[in-house]
């Protein structure tokens, strides 16, 4: 198999016809990486990382961008908004900044100051909505969007179907990166549910393909501070029950996935229910120590976001020394360090001695 560059790779699955139109930093092509310290931990036959934070702004949002600003560009729109907890606004200032094209940011009350500075950075306009729903901030984007004549860019497919074909491809890598021989179950963080109903699309075009002829599990995960997909999946709601239903007070150290309805609930919902997959949640307890563990036995740094997933593999229904699970991390961590520095022991002042060194370690051990 021809190894990918970037998800363009994929062009022919992807709705942007016009290869002039189409903006590209080198997103997509992630590593898919053995986790073999977190296999034994959780006694699993075997654990993948799907490591989103090599993308060019840190997270899986690049591929979703990188499509719908393409399509953008190709109908002539010159200046996109977006709503945003972080990531999608560091990548739609990033991608906007590549085409030329002017970038408007609604950022709401979970958004990380990091991800704030580096949005700005790219030269976008950025607007901190105080507010801590998410469908709030959407209704004002949408209508500045009519009446600024802006194109509405958030990566939510009810809103935009275009952006998040991109998260399709990353179904197609894993075929390619595994040789055809897809993991049992794949996790993913749930906020709106686009990443994990992308995903589920791209392996649906692979059976339609006749490249698999089963599916892999599907969970997603959610901070049980704000978890519409969890009561969703319990209750037996609808997409239309769960958008008329959102989730009160959303409060979680995961703000990239604090949203209080299921903005792609259109596919997420029937991507558990046809895969006879799982919906999780976990504590911010839980969601900050399966951080750490990434970090400390695989040298990976996620966000809180992309954390949840950690958290969540001992929830895993049926899945046990057999079980082979694929990880999507879907965020750096660099970009929200003040949640790292406050779980880290800070560097120890010495004085340039031997025997002082000596004896610190001595005293740490």
Same mark, same amino acid.
């Given at each position: ?19 002039? &139109? ?6 997509? %092509?992630? !590593?898919?990486?053995? @986790?073999? =310290?977190? #296999?034994?931990?959780? +006694? ?58 002017? &970038? ?6 979970? %958004?990380? !100051?990091?991800?704030? @500075?580096? =949005?700005? #950075?790219?030269?976008? +306009? ?240």
């Amino acid at each position: 198999m021809e190894r990918p560059v970037s998800l363009w790779h994929y062009a022919p699955l992807l709705p942007v016809e016009n290869e002039a &139109a189409r903006i590209t930093i080198g997103e997509g %092509a992630t !590593p898919l990486l053995d @986790a073999p =310290a977190l #296999a034994a931990h959780h +006694r699993f036959g075997r654990v993948l990382l799907k490591n989103e934070t090599a993308n060019p702004t840190g997270s899986f949002k690049d591929r979703q961008i990188s499509v719908g600003l393409s399509h953008a560009r190709a109908i002539g729109c010159d200046t996109v908004a977006v709503v945003s907890s972080g990531n999608v606004a560091c990548a739609t200032a990033a991608y906007a900044a590549r085409a030329g094209m002017q &970038a408007v940011l609604f950022m709401h009350g979970h %958004a990380a !100051p990091g991800k704030l @500075a580096q =949005a700005a #950075a790219y030269g976008a +306009r950025a607007f901190h909505v105080d507010v801590p729903s998410a469908q709030q901030v959407f209704d004002l984007c949408i209508e500045a969007c009519d009446a600024f004549g802006w194109y509405h860019l958030s990566t939510a497919g009810m809103y935009e179907p275009y952006n998040v074909e991109g998260a399709k491809t990353i179904a197609y890598e894993l075929y390619q990166q595994t040789g055809g021989k897809l993991p049992d179950w794949i996790a993913a963080p749930v906020g709106g549910g686009g990443l994990l109903g992308g995903i589920w699309r791209g392996l649906l075009d692979l059976q339609r393909l006749g490249l698999i002829d089963r599916l892999p599990r599907l969970a997603g995960v959610q901070a049980a501070g704000c978890a519409p997909l969890k009561r969703a999946i319990e209750q037996g709601e609808s997409f239309l029950e769960s958008i008329e239903n959102p989730w009160p007070d959303p409060h979680t150290v995961a703000g990239g996935i604090a949203d209080d309805i299921l903005f792609d609930g259109h596919t997420v919902l029937p991507a558990l229910r046809s895969t006879n997959g799982a919906a999780l949640a976990v504590d911010d307890d839980a969601i900050l120590a399966g951080e750490l563990r990434l970090a400390t036995k695989e040298g990976v740094l996620c966000e809180p976001t992309a954390a949840v997933v950690m958290a969540a593999l001992d929830k895993l229904p049926d899945a046990g020394p057999e079980t082979t699970v694929c990880c999507i991390v879907t965020g750096t961590g660099i970009k929200d360090l003040d949640i790292i520095r406050s779980l880290v022991a800070q560097p120890q002042r010495i004085e340039p001695s031997l025997p002082i060194l000596k004896a610190a370690l001595e005293q740490a051990s």
